[in-house]
């Protein structure tokens, strides 16, 4: 067998078989059904219930499969599903995989619409959850139920940047049978590969560092063929498919993702070293500053710190507000993982439907700020940055 590339090299690499014109770049499949050539193989392609035959582009679709296989190769990962958004690939997980009566063990300090839907929705299907503080792991194991069926959690955590051992909490979940899905969206596998650590499903919103440049939406989940092929089919038959466009966008992407996560990583650092003791600033965090709680796992199972830097401003909401007001290049918007260096104030934003006691519980305190650091020079970052602080 011919030696396996390196995931920089596939995710530039992988690459759909060349159509009759031998283009160069995967073209966009920008069509809504396939055809055949007699009734027979359109029978047999109806009967196979699988991606490896296009039908529908809601079933699948070459450029949409491309992006699927490359993020599945660089997660280690057997197969992949799309969806259209980093909700829908949430969603469906919970919702091919959880039925009345089973119990989810979640992570409090989740993405916002996470939150919500184990919080508003499952609980209208009868499935209940339970919650534990990433920073005490060791309750974890006390919160297991007859009825639990699935372990969920984002490494590092937004916005909190709360890192958990995978491995730990999977051997946890092995021992119970439980399945463990893992948010790897702050990371990408450029940087950590959950399935390395033993998760079962990898869940990926694609809107953020895997596009890099805040043009689309997407998610995907990654994992074991025999539970990917579950919710492929329910994907195929509820609906929430990714666009061929938005795929098109994102395996283009995936091309420059290493690069770019080392970049981000790079100035994310930097930035992070330098903002450490200003005096206007309680607190920094970063999953690769020493003073990071759990600096040590993030080294274990990270290869970078990733994009993302959080600080306390001393002076609270107020100080929080002037801040972002005082900025002039760095952009106020509540995404991250672009190009643009970004800041925002999830108090106010991202997670404002959470009570300020839950927002305390993941460890939104009124004065953070969170960073996802751009690809622009680092010293224009940290001049933006420095003199809004002067100004907040
Ligand atoms: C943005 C985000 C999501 C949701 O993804 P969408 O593409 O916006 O639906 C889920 N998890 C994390 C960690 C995110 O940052």
């Not at 309750?139 to 699935?150: Q, R, S």
């Not at 918007?333 to 839950?358: F, Q, V, W």
Request: one cysteine or more; hydrophobic letters at 40%; proline letters at 5%.
């Amino acid at each position: 067998m011919a030696k396996q590339q390196k995931p920089a090299t596939r995710a530039v690499r992988m690459q759909t078989p060349k159509t009759a014109q031998k283009e160069h770049s995967t073209p966009l499949f920008l069509t809504s059904s396939f055809t055949y050539d007699s009734a027979e193989d359109m029978a047999a392609a109806f009967a196979t219930e699988s991606p490896e035959v296009n039908i529908y582009s809601r079933f699948s679709n070459p450029g949409v499969d491309e992006f699927v296989n490359k993020m599945a190769a660089l997660e280690g990962a057997e197969h992949g599903v799309a969806t259209g958004t980093g909700m829908a690939a949430i969603f469906s997980t919970f919702m091919t995989f959880l039925s009345k009566g089973d119990h989810i063990i979640s992570a409090s300090a989740v993405f916002g619409s996470t939150h919500t839907i184990l919080t508003k929705y499952l609980p209208k299907w009868g499935i209940e959850s339970s919650y534990f503080d990433m920073n005490q792991p060791e309750t974890i194991e006390t919160l297991v139920k007859p009825a639990t069926k699935m372990l969920y959690l984002e490494t590092p955590s937004n916005p909190g940047l709360d890192i958990i051992d995978i491995e730990y909490v999977a051997a946890i979940c092995k021992k119970h049978s439980i399945m463990l899905v893992v948010d790897n969206c702050f990371a990408t596998p450029a940087v950590q590969q959950p399935i390395q650590y033993g998760a079962d499903l990898v869940i990926h919103s694609a809107t953020k560092f895997i596009d890099g440049q805040g043009r689309v939406l997407g998610g995907v989940i990654v994992g074991k063929k025999e539970l990917v092929h579950q919710l492929y089919l329910f994907i195929r038959n509820t609906g929430p498919s990714m666009s061929p466009f938005n795929a098109w966008v994102l395996s283009k992407s995936l091309e420059t993702l290493f690069i770019r996560m080392d970049r981000h990583a790079a100035s994310a650092l930097a930035i992070a070293t330098k903002l450490q003791g200003h005096a206007k600033i309680s607190r920094v965090k970063y999953p690769f500053l020493e003073s990071h709680p759990q600096y040590a796992i993030a080294k274990k199972q990270m290869s970078n710190g990733g994009g993302i830097v959080t600080f306390e401003l001393k002076g609270g909401v107020e100080s929080g507000r002037k801040f972002l007001n005082a900025l002039e290049m760095i952009s106020m918007t509540n995404n991250l993982g672009d190009s643009r260096t970004i800041a925002s104030h999830p108090a106010s934003t991202t997670h404002s439907k959470l009570s300020e006691a839950e927002r305390q519980s993941v460890g939104i305190t009124p004065g953070l700020i969170r960073v996802s650091v751009g690809l622009e020079d680092v010293e224009d970052i940290l001049d933006d940055l420095l003199q809004a602080l002067d100004n907040s």
